[in-house]
């Protein structure tokens, strides 16, 4: 029979597998997936399993009218804010690429900066200005005007701010699609008498739908999973509720039950997501090294630049200029920093060591899948993606649950909070580590070995200093990411233990503005200069996770 | 991005980023050692950390006793404290009124301590078991815009609110807010379920606002997006404070009125706390003169102990205040909460 | 350095040729690689990639491994580098069992050297650091020696300090080369070395490299599927189909007396011409020819015949007529349509021009006649 022989064969090369280092699959290699499996996937696990417990009976608040409004106002936030981040994103990346703007390379590195203000911050400096008591409305109540005029809070605010802080995104991987693309395809439209508006829409666009739709569903993720801009923003969404649930209701199953649904989501978006990139890499190969052709603006400059700026404005200097202007003066912000450095501390040494150890398992993971053929390193590349599928909020709530039953010396230590932004970001180093083991050949492996290194040897003198900038660059992703954490950081800590985002919004819910304005300073700064370093790698568009 | 290549390869050779990796994962495992074997007073407080930080931190300079703070929601501590009675990390615990403390009392989650200072307070205010006992007391009371209500308009009953000409103006804070679950558990015990909620449904009606935070509501109303809240005594002087035009109304003060209920800030000491005797000694020290004071002055609220001098806060001796017991308010909070889901 | 040694081999032409080359036999020299009956299957299906090789190479000596692509030859090189373990058979190098059944020396441990068909070079390493790199087990003035007459056997001393992106494909080769050979290894693997260079720099490094390989007197296995670079190169040539070795022989008698039909095909260009044998002839369309290999009466073959073995002689009388000519430079080749319909080819000097349509006879003149029977096996 076909399935006999099979199974000898496969037996017979099992055991030439196991006793030859050529393929080399190591008891090691072994023992380390498995406990990253078992790391990545046992929160996600008890958390479908105490939401389970219940039985149906559990689902049955699906069929109340509350669920429903819950899931629709989730859903149409994140597709508005979606809509305004291509809005925002999609225009300047052509422009910044196609035309001949003046300064438009500076803007182009300039463009990635909002991403260093985490869109609580964000939310937190437009309520200043567009709140009901915020300066707009003051002004225009002192010029006369009777109750408020604008009010940012509610579902069209939070759309607005969320798209403001996340249009990046679309920005920097259409811009990269658009730079790397064939020029030959526009030119040959030219050629065929179309104008610049008809090559847009008839050439340019069709070809920029993949990397439209991959920068869309980052965003729509972002959007569904965001806990710090929506709960400010008075925004009800599935990560408030469940925050709300696990503050005011003593039986966790509810919250449970809101999370499984959550991640099921997201968990379908995700999906869609990794099918839109999945044909495609994101390392551009160049064809030829002609350059695409600019539009001349002619008349129309003044005004794209003015808008240009406007966005620019909008999403960082504004926001920044309105920090500086609440924390008052320098003195005010050293002492902010003086009177917390505690917390300082505490965001830089946990976002550290998250970054480093999700480094190390970034490298063996990559290092098992692009080196080592077989199941094993699929199935935990898969795994360990599931970081991107679980939000912060149900992140801290599956962990809480899991460790507090099984692992209770590590519960209510600090090492939590490294433990949520470890399984939260590890994708980024894997993502990395992977990218950068890929654009290293093989064969160089293969001639250490021939040249008399042991594997491991061959890893060292040879892989990891070709290696070493995109691990660099996964860190400092990591980094910045853990920096920001607030969701699961709320729910993680220990007592005592707060970190800067959390100042961040206690302050923020405590109306102490200037505390937060300064506070939020220190970590912009903090976090923008490793972000700047990192936009200059091409290759990290796709993991900005 | 090749200069950024070579500062790596200059920077960052293979040794000293496994070194520096090493040493991060060694203080990792440091601290989770640490921590296991810490004397650092933990308290779980459900009040803000603007009002009890001040505490605290007197507490700290007086006794040298370290303090690791946590604040949040009453309700989500609570949840902390159910969730780690197997290894309780918590050592005290204060919430914003007493009712989420006999729900932990009743999970027999609480130590026992019947405080020396304790003695003096009204036995409303403190569980008859001794095993929490209130700090300060806060009051259920109707703040309005003084811009935008007539002397004549003055509401004097929490029923005036169903009037018509409070519609769309009315703010109240939502069950998020444990002041507010108490409040609606105290119109159940008193009014009977039916009753309340008719009430709270003609409320509704009228407009009834939910927000999220007391703090909105009292900046709500001194902003002039509402014209009147239902919140507590504290945020009345909060609102002074900020210089907005707002005035109070201790409500239903008449001779058949119900009186305005008081809720009592509540401290309790963990069950199976490492710390027992230095628990002991912060809860005498929040019922002790300095503390009281601070709490009073700089938190607006009511105090209970006799002797204090109240300041711009009405003491209790000023007002009607609502009988009833606050483990009949525990009881009713279940029953509460699914009869008022909309807020 | 090693000695100057070569080998030649005899090999009498059959009756008919006058061709005869005489090449002298000295001594026995010892065997550096063997395999025994080397098998490779890969996948589920077990398609074998690799089927029962077995051949030995001596040392010194040159070895060509001739195939298409997925024949099997680039798997029989990292077999024996130890990249991959065979499912079945015996591997030897110097001696020394190296793969068989339980046994599994890994690379790093065979003495075995190894230049990719890109190269490989360490980017991050200079053209002195890549090739001292196999020399870190011994001192360090022993190393800068041996790294100098690398340098200097491969003609690139002035560029010690370079790194690899600056220098050009051939010099990278090079650099590889010495590399793989600084270490002083017992056989050099060679994976189709010179696939990435331009054509026309393609001849002029094939000739060093050659040159290199002799003078340094190391044994070497080269992959390729180009079939002029294996004639030029090697002592030995082995074609390999489909996982098989289907005949390992010097250069000119795989090019004249093809063992399969896949080779003769493979390896220069060959028309098939069915015959019938009888007796001490063999009687084809083209006229007949010698029994040499003495077929068995009444059997039914297809002869090879090269366009160089045919002649074309304007004939009016005829009923071949030429189909077409193609000009290659150096010859014209014409497709010649037999009476029988059957089509042949022809290569003539580019001087003589027949035009198509013209009406020839066409007179075959093989040096050697090789027969296949209907299996494609010679006989």
């Known amino acids: 029979m076909v399935s006999s022989n099979v199974r000898r064969v496969e037996l017979r090369q099992l055991a030439t597998l196991w006793r030859s280092q050529a393929v080399g699959l190591q008891p090691a290699a072994i023992a380390g997936a498995a406990l990253i499996i078992l790391l990545t996937a046992s929160p996600l696990v008890n958390l479908l399993t105490s939401a389970f417990a219940g039985g149906l009976k559990a689902f049955s608040i699906l069929m109340n009218s509350s669920m429903l409004s819950l899931i629709a106002e989730t859903m149409l936030l994140a597709t508005l804010a979606t809509l305004w981040a291509m809005v925002l994103g999609l225009p300047p990346a052509w422009i910044l690429t196609r035309t001949d703007l003046p300064g438009r390379r500076v803007l182009q590195a300039v463009g990635v900066l909002p991403l260093a203000i985490p869109p609580y911050i964000g939310a937190f400096t437009y309520i200043t200005l567009l709140g009901p008591v915020g300066w707009v409305n003051t002004v225009y109540q002192t010029i006369g005007g009777s109750g408020p005029i604008v009010n940012i809070y509610g579902l069209w605010g939070g759309a607005l701010v969320l798209g403001l802080f996340t249009y990046p995104y679309i920005l920097l991987i259409v811009g990269s699609a658009l730079k790397g693309s064939d020029p030959a395809l526009e030119e040959a439209a030219r050629a065929a008498g179309l104008g610049p508006v008809g090559i847009f829409l008839r050439v340019t666009f069709p070809l920029l739908r993949p990397s439209l739709l991959a920068g869309a569903l980052l965003v729509f993720l972002y959007a569904l999973s965001d806990f710090g801009a929506v709960s400010l923003l008075r925004v009800n969404t599935f990560t408030t509720e469940i925050f709300h649930q696990l503050n005011t209701r003593f039986d966790q199953r509810n919250a449970a039950v809101l999370s499984a649904i959550l991640v099921f989501l997201t968990a379908v978006v995700l999906m869609a997501q990794r099918k839109s990139l999945g044909r495609r890499s994101f390392v551009q190969q160049r064809s030829g090294s002609r350059p695409a052709t600019i539009y001349p603006l002619g008349r129309w400059k003044a005004l794209v630049l003015c808008c240009t700026y406007l966005i620019l404005g909008g999403s960082v200097f504004l926001p920044v200029a309105l920090l500086l202007y609440q924390t008052g003066s320098l003195m005010s912000l050293l002492h902010t920093l003086i009177a917390g450095y505690r917390y300082l501390w505490n965001s830089l040494w946990t976002a550290a060591v998250a970054a480093t150890v999700a480094s190390g398992l970034g490298l063996f993971v990559a290092y098992l899948t692009q080196r080592r053929k077989g199941s094993a390193g699929l199935l935990l590349t898969s795994v360990t993606q599931l970081g991107y599928a679980i939000p912060g909020t149900v992140l801290g709530l599956s962990l809480i649950l899991l460790y507090n039953a099984y692992l209770p010396w590590i519960y209510g230590t600090a090492a939590m909070v490294i433990l949520g932004y470890l399984l939260r970001f590890l994708p980024q180093a894997v993502q990395s580590s992977t990218t950068a083991l890929a654009q290293v050949n093989p064969n160089l492996e293969e001639a250490a070995r021939s040249l008399g290194r042991s594997p491991w040897q061959a890893l060292r003198e040879v892989t990891v200093p070709l290696i070493r900038p995109g691990i660099a660059a996964g860190w400092m992703l990591v980094f910045i990411s853990s920096m920001k954490e607030l969701a699961a950081t709320l729910l993680l800590r220990p007592a005592g233990f707060d970190t800067l985002p959390v100042r961040i919004w206690i302050a923020s819910i405590e109306v102490d503005y200037a505390g937060a304005a300064a506070t939020s300073l220190i970590l912009i700064v903090i976090t923008a200069l490793p972000l700047f370093l990192i936009s200059r790698l091409d290759a990290t568009v796709s993991q900005l996770n | ?343 | 350095m090693g000695n100057l040694a070569k080998k030649r081999i005899g090999e009498i032409a059959a009756a008919g040729t006058n061709i005869i080359s005489w090449k002298q036999v000295s001594s026995p020299r010892p065997m550096v690689i063997r395999l025994d009956r080397v098998s490779k299957h890969y996948g589920g299906d077990g398609t074998p990639a690799v089927e029962e090789i077995s051949f030995s190479v001596e040392q010194g000596e040159i070895l060509v491994l001739l195939g298409p692509s997925g024949c099997g030859k680039t798997t029989t090189l990292r077999l024996i580098a130890g990249f991959e373990a065979p499912d079945g058979g015996r591997i030897e190098i110097g001696g020394r069992t190296v793969a068989h059944s339980t046994i599994f020396l890994p690379p790093e441990q065979r003495g075995v050297g190894m230049v990719f068909q890109d190269y490989a070079l360490f980017p991050h390493l200079t053209v002195q650091e890549n090739v001292a790199f196999g020399l870190h087990h011994v001192s360090a003035e022993q190393q800068q020696r041996r790294i100098t007459e690398a340098l200097e056997l491969v003609g690139l001393s002035t560029l010690q300090g370079r790194y690899p992106y600056e220098l050009s494909g051939g010099q990278q080769q090079r650099v590889a080369l010495a590399r793989a050979l600084a270490p002083g290894p017992q056989v050099v693997l060679l994976d189709e070395p010179f696939s990435n260079l331009d054509a026309d720099m393609r001849a002029q490094i094939r000739e060093d490299v050659s040159a290199i390989l002799r003078q340094a007197g190391t044994t070497a296995i080269f992959v390729t599927h180009d079939q002029e670079e294996a004639f030029v190169i090697a002592d030995r040539v082995g074609v390999l189909n489909h996982g098989r070795l289907e005949q390992l022989d010097h250069s000119e008698a795989i090019y004249h007396t093809p063992a399969t039909r896949f080779i003769a095909g493979f390896v220069g260009s060959a028309d098939f011409v069915p015959g019938l044998v009888q007796g001490e002839r063999i009687i084809t369309e083209l006229g007949t020819f010698p029994n040499q290999q003495g077929l068995s009466v009444g059997q039914a073959i297809e002869m090879m015949i090269r366009p160089d073995d045919i002649d074309l002689v304007l004939d009016e009388a005829s009923e071949a007529t030429v189909l077409t000519r193609q000009f290659r430079g150096a010859e014209n080749l014409y497709c010649v349509r037999l009476p029988s319909g059957r089509k042949i080819h022809s290569s003539q000097g580019s001087t003589k021009l027949i035009e198509p349509g013209t009406r020839v006879s066409v007179k075959a003149n093989p040096t050697h006649v090789v027969c296949f029977d209907i299996d494609g096996l010679a006989q």
């Not at chain 2, 040493?23 to 074997?37: G, K, Q």
């Not at chain 2, 004097?156 to 409040?183: H, M, P, V, Y």
């Open chain 2, 1 to 343: 991005m090749a200069h950024f290549r070579r500062l790596v390869h200059r920077h960052l050779s293979t040794r000293l980023l496994s070194s520096w990796a090493f040493l991060l994962t060694v203080s990792l495992l440091l601290h989770v050692y640490a921590s296991a074997s810490a004397s650092e007073l933990v308290i779980y407080s459900g009040r803000k950390e603007s009002a009890i930080k001040p505490v605290v931190e007197l507490f700290q300079r007086q006794t040298g006793i370290k303090v690791a703070l946590k604040v949040g929601k009453a309700s989500g501590l609570a949840n902390e404290v159910l969730q780690e009675r197997q290894r309780p990390r918590a050592d005290i615990f204060i919430a914003t009124e007493a009712g989420v403390c006999e729900i932990l009392a009743k999970e027999g989650l609480l130590e026992p301590y019947a405080s020396l200072s304790a003695r003096t307070i009204p036995a409303a205010h403190k569980s008859a078991r001794g095993l929490w006992t209130g700090i300060s007391g806060r009051a259920r009371v109707i703040i309005y815009n003084k811009n935008l209500v007539r002397e004549n308009d003055i509401p004097s009953s929490i029923f005036d609110l169903t009037d018509a000409k409070w519609k769309g103006k009315i703010a109240i804070a939502g069950t998020r807010e444990r002041t507010t679950l108490a409040w609606l558990s105290a119109l159940v015990e008193v009014m009977g379920e039916e009753k309340a909620k008719a009430y709270i449904d003609r409320l509704i009606e009228n407009g009834l606002k939910v927000l999220p935070d007391n703090s909105d509501v009292w900046r709500g109303v001194g902003s002039g997006e509402f014209v009147v809240g239902l919140t507590n005594s504290p945020n009345y002087h909060l609102a002074l404070e900020a210089k907005l035009p707002v005035g109070v109304v201790y409500p239903d003060q008449g001779p058949s009125g119900m009186g305005a209920l008081v809720n009592p800030n509540a401290v309790a000491i963990v069950k199976g706390t490492k710390n027992l005797d230095q628990a002991r000694q912060f809860v005498d020290f929040l019922l002790s003169k300095p503390a009281q004071e601070l709490l009073v002055h700089h938190a607006f609220e009511i105090p209970l102990l006799p002797g204090i001098d109240p300041g711009q806060v009405r003491p209790l001796a000023g007002f009607k205040a609502l009988q009833i017991s606050q483990e009949r308010l525990a009881g009713l909070e279940e029953k509460t909460i699914t009869i008022f889901p909309g807020l």
